[in-house]
């Protein structure tokens, strides 16, 4: 017994000095099957003698079986996000904001690193053995994941250099899954049958929410250090974020491979560039770089916003392209019955997701970029988030290579399409009865930006009408009576169901302007909907109002004003609104709470740290004024926040009376700010 404690004490140190080669130090010294006889030996140890077996042992790593549920961890210091700059005018900016705040004119030290495109992880060490593992969740409150944490690569089961009895830190990373490993992975998948993941990023999100450790151990994830929260029992920690990360570094964590510190924010700005042109060679996804103030004490004196520290930024890169093969053109039904052409493509990684669809636009659009079906085309993915088609490569278009034809029945109802001068939109007239146009509508109504119905997603709703159980909008208030057979569904029980349930009944009571704009009224957008319900104060109002009075409202016009009116004018839209009074939805008028702003026009620019800009907006609305996205002359007052660009520039210029967030609400009467 005495030498089989002794070897797997020994099996242990090993082992975790091998991970140490291999994630930190990317020095290994030992092949991978060496590495495995090693591990296997320990495991066997541990399954003779159970008891061996301790908190950082390497074999913990395969998992462990699966847990009930994630209980809650409260951070002890907030993980906070970061404000983005997204140009390198922007990233000067937010070094004139250091140094005005910090009153001086000498050049700042910052410590730069990849923007990993991962998700964050912060593991709690106690005596120097891991105890705590949790996600980010609202910054505040994140999940207890320890059991998966345990599987990721340069998670360090116990401290390289052990740590003081009584001992407590916090080491905030990312975790992420590298290109290689998504390939592989994904292969692994495809060839079992099952579906492939959609990028590394979703694939490390979901495999660090699993229930079963064992199959977040199947994703070979890795973790990388970048900071430090709360630390209790330990020597005086070094006054620099670059010296933290190499203390970091010798206690057995992994750091951003690219980490660099610079003086002067040109410093900073040339070493985005040159991670920026090596981009694509990376091991791992990244969608920019972190600048942080490299002085401790210098971050302490600038502090934080409620959402994210002042110290800090994130300078997003630009879209990236890449070129795959057009296989075909689908046509998607919008929730207005307007027809897109869809792009189908060879699946291509571009913007750090697998693209295989984009959308065209319309066949206008189609025809101007001279798309033909088997063409290589360029794929971009504008701003990270939309995937898009800029053209054809001409000296690659093979021989024959046909034009998309524009359909002339709707693909989903096969009713005969209303087609518009020169193909701009081709409209599906069926509105109430086209699956597509249906689906789409609950679907906006339930967003978060209309009656916020969480739960209520794309895939639901197709389930819930395939099932029969949703029909129209109006049918959402009807899921409450289906309950049993709700709970019944896969993937769904009893707190899943109570929670949908629970969010539709709190809907019934939303703000008119929610309301106005969930019904999806053409060109009634959510600012639009704000000024009908302000000035309109009512559902009754708005059915029984005339066009003329319409185009009378600020910010409405003609155009706007005559969709309206022929939207309420058609029966079947008259009836939906009589159905969701009917089930019991309450909009609420917005009552003036002051004149404090009457006649006058505000226009936000910058980024808001007391409220959201929906709020702040809301609240010129109930002091009698109105928010405008845009300066002009008639622009009474600006409010400028961080970022602030164009329009603060315009109102400088138009000498318009500009103010702080904080003297915006300092102005305020009664303390409403």
Same mark, same amino acid.
């Given at each position: 017994m005495k030498d089989a404690a002794e070897r797997a004490a020994w099996l242990r140190?090993?082992?975790?000095r091998h991970n140490r080669l291999y994630y930190v130090h990317e020095r290994p010294e030992i092949s991978d099957s060496e590495y495995d006889l090693l591990f296997r030996e320990l495991v066997e140890i541990e399954s003779d003698h159970p008891e061996l077996q301790t908190l950082d042992s390497p074999t913990l790593r395969v998992g462990s079986a699966p847990s009930e549920s994630f209980a809650q961890h409260r951070h002890i210091v907030p993980m906070l996000s970061l404000d983005n700059a997204f140009s390198t005018e922007e990233l000067r900016a937010f070094d004139t904001r250091i140094h005005r705040t910090l009153g001086t004119e000498e050049p700042i030290a910052y410590s730069c690193e990849h923007k990993l495109d991962g998700l964050s992880l912060s593991l709690t060490y106690l005596d120097g053995v891991l105890a705590t593992a949790a996600t980010r969740g609202d910054g505040t409150t994140g999940e207890v994941v320890t059991a998966n944490a345990r599987t990721v690569g340069g998670v360090p089961l116990r401290l390289a250099e052990g740590a003081p009895a009584g001992s407590r830190i916090e080491v905030r990373g990312e975790v992420l899954m590298t290109k290689r490993a998504f390939a592989e992975v994904n292969a692994s998948r495809l060839a079992r049958g099952e579906e492939a993941f959609v990028n590394p990023r979703n694939a490390a999100s979901g495999g660090m929410r699993q229930l079963d450790s064992r199959l977040t151990a199947e994703r070979r994830l890795r973790f990388y250090a970048y900071g430090i929260g709360d630390v209790t029992g330990m020597s005086e920690l070094a006054p620099t974020l670059t010296e933290r990360l190499a203390w970091l570094r010798d206690l057995g964590f992994p750091t951003s491979p690219g980490a660099k510190r610079v003086v002067g924010i040109e410093g900073?700005?040339?070493f985005a560039e040159g991670v920026l042109a090596m981009r694509d060679s990376l091991p791992y996804g990244i969608d920019g770089v972190v600048v942080k103030v490299d002085g401790i004490a210098l971050q302490a004196e600038l502090g934080s916003t409620a959402r994210g520290p002042r110290w800090a930024i994130a300078l997003k890169f630009p879209a990236e392209q890449a070129f795959?093969?057009?296989l075909g053109v689908s046509d998607q039904v919008g929730r207005t019955g307007v027809v897109? $052409? %869809?792009?189908?493509?060879?699946?291509?990684?571009?913007?750090g997701v697998t693209v295989s669809r984009a959308t065209l636009h319309n066949y206008s659009e189609v025809a101007r970029k001279g798309l033909r079906i088997g063409d290589t085309v360029i794929v971009q993915r504008a701003g990270d988030v939309i995937p898009e088609v800029l053209g054809p490569v001409l000296e690659k278009r093979p021989a024959g290579a046909?034009? $998309? %034809?524009?359909?002339?029945?709707?693909p989903d109802c096969g009713a005969v399409l209303i087609v518009s001068e020169g193909l701009v939109s081709l409209r599906c007239p069926n509105t109430h009865g086209c699956p597509s146009q249906i689906e789409s509508k609950i679907v906006h109504f339930a967003s978060r930006t209309a009656m916020d119905i969480e739960g209520l997603g794309e895939k639901q709703v197709a389930r819930f009408a395939e099932l029969g159980w949703l029909s129209d909008v109006a049918g959402i208030y009807g899921l409450a009576s289906r309950r049993a057979e709700l709970v019944g569904l896969e993937r769904m029980g009893e707190l899943s169901v109570e929670r949908l349930l629970s969010a539709i009944e709190a809907s019934k009571q939303p703000p008119l302007g929610r309301f106005i704009f969930a019904l999806g009224i053409p060109l009634v957008g959510s600012r639009t909907a704000a000024d009908l319900a302000r000035s309109l104060g009512s559902v009754n109002r708005l059915l029984a109002t005339t066009e003329a009075e319409l185009a009378e409202i600020e910010g409405i016009g003609q155009t706007t004003a005559a969709q309206i009116v022929e939207w309420l004018s058609e029966p079947g839209n008259r009836a939906l609104v009589s159905a969701l009074l009917e089930a019991g939805v309450e909009p609420r008028g917005q009552e003036p709470l002051g004149d404090h702003f009457a006649g006058k026009t505000v226009v936000f620019t910058g980024k808001l740290e007391h409220m959201t800009r929906e709020d702040a907006e809301a609240l010129v609305a109930s002091l009698g004024g109105k928010a405008s996205g845009s300066v002009s002359k008639g622009t009474s007052l600006v409010v400028a926040g961080p970022g602030a660009g164009s329009k603060l520039s315009k109102a400088e210029s138009l000498?318009?009376?500009v103010v702080s967030e904080e003297e915006f609400l300092a102005s305020l009467p009664d303390g409403r700010g």
């Open positions: 140190d090993e082992l975790a900073a700005a040339k795959t093969r057009l897109t $052409p %869809v792009a189908e493509l060879d699946p291509v990684f571009v913007g046909q034009a $998309p %034809v524009p359909p002339a029945e709707c000498g318009i009376p």
